[in-house]
Structures are given as structure tokens and as C-alpha cells.
């Protein structure tokens, strides 16, 4: 039976109206996140996010998703929506996440891509430098995009960590394999985007409570 020391934090990713924002708030998401790579079916404007961003203000901690972004993009995205969070989904260095949290004063979630027990050694070098970790899978072959494919990746990998250090889980999660991704993974936290979705892009507000009133029974059996 999944067993939880701590609340487990849940972020629904890729949001755009007002009412995935609320779906997912309602739900009991303590993250919400909104994606800044132009690629992406899920991409939003600053300043569009920055108006989803403000009616969760004091709800849920909300996280701006970038990849590889430049300084003037960033600086324009914290101008305009003020995120709890800043989120490198790229190639991004130890060294560029700790500018960016001396430039924002801001926690810094980075991104890892994983297929492989040896993608999981870049964690060590970003521990004690990025606040959270978030393991994602590893994009198909001839994906543009880095997250948000619908793939998972083997879940077991990530016992074989030498220490255990605090990561949200991504990739291919659904209402379906999340209790097995629960039981194997044991992250602090999950990320969810297209397990969400009726299309890519397209939030499902039905998806969206299934998917939290799920975990959160899930969660609370397990804490019995």
C-alpha cells in the first residue's frame, strides 16, 4: 500500500483559460503551470498567463515553464505574471539556475530528461543548486517538444538513486498508471499535462477532477 510522509504536491501543466485553471485549483492541485515555448500546443502569452496567474494568486503556487529561454524573454514573462516558480525545461547549467534565482529571487524547478539508469547521474550536479527536480521522459524521436510527448519512462529507474533527493515524476501519467507510478516512484510530487487533455493543447475539465479526485483518494488510503 502507498504510504506518504508528505502531502504530495500535484502540478497540472500546459494551462490557457480560465477554466483549467479553475478545474485544477478546485481539484486540489498545489501547482499549476503554464508553458513558454513557442513549439508547444500549449504555449501561452505572458501576459495572457499573467491574468490566469493572478486568479490563483494565494491558491496554488504557479510555475513558469522555459526552455532554454533568453534573459529579455524571461525578465518580460516574471514582469508579467509574477510566477511563485520558474521552470528550465532545456539544457540549462547549474550555473544558469543560479543566475536566474540571484537575477529573480525566485525557487527554480529543472527538468530532466531520462530513458536510461545513466541519465540519471546529471542529477548530482544540480542538487543543492535547482529546488525541486522533475524527471521526464526522454522525447520520441522527432519530437520538438521536450515534455509534454505522453511518454513514460521506466519508473524503477529512479530507485537506484544514490540519494533521494525531491522531484515531482512526468511523463505519460494518467488517471490509469498513476497509483502504479505512486507505488514505484515514490515522488514528492507529479506533473500532468497531456493525461489531461482531449487534445494537444486542449485541457479536459472532466480529465482534470478525475485525475485529482483520484490521487487524492489514492493518497489518503494510503496515509490510513
Not at 500535484?10 to 478545474?23: F, N, Q, R, S, W
Amino acid at each position: 500500500m502507498l504510504e506518504t510522509a508528505m502531502p504530495l504536491d500535484i502540478k497540472i501543466c500546459g494551462l490557457k483559460t480560465p477554466e483549467a485553471v479553475d478545474a485544477a485549483i478546485n481539484g486540489g492541485a498545489t501547482h499549476l503551470g503554464f508553458i513558454f515555448f513557442e513549439k508547444s500546443p500549449r504555449y501561452v502569452e505572458p501576459e495572457i498567463a499573467g491574468g490566469l496567474a493572478k486568479a490563483a494568486r494565494g491558491r496554488a503556487k504557479t510555475v513558469a515553464v522555459t526552455v532554454d529561454a533568453e534573459d529579455d524573454f524571461i525578465d518580460r514573462i516574471v514582469s508579467a505574471m509574477q510566477p511563485d516558480m520558474l521552470q528550465l525545461h532545456g539544457a540549462e547549467s547549474p550555473a544558469r539556475i543560479t543566475g536566474l534565482k540571484q537575477r529573480h529571487g525566485l525557487p527554480v524547478m529543472k527538468a530532466l530528461s531520462i530513458r536510461s539508469a545513466d541519465d540519471l547521474e546529471a542529477a548530482s550536479a544540480y542538487e543543492g543548486v535547482a529546488d525541486m527536480l522533475l524527471f521526464d521522459a526522454k522525447p520520441p524521436r522527432g519530437s520538438e517538444l521536450p515534455g509534454g510527448n505522453g511518454v513514460s519512462f521506466d519508473w524503477s529507474l529512479l530507485t537506484r538513486l544514490d540519494r533521494a533527493p525531491r522531484y515531482m515524476l512526468s511523463g505519460g501519467i494518467t488517471v490509469g498508471n498513476v497509483d502504479e507510478a505512486l507505488e514505484v516512484a515514490r515522488p514528492a510530487g507529479l506533473d500532468i499535462s497531456s493525461g489531461v487533455e482531449s487534445a494537444p493543447g486542449v485541457k479536459d475539465i472532466a480529465k482534470i477532477s478525475e485525475f485529482l479526485t483520484h490521487v487524492s483518494k489514492t493518497t489518503m488510503a494510503g496515509a490510513a
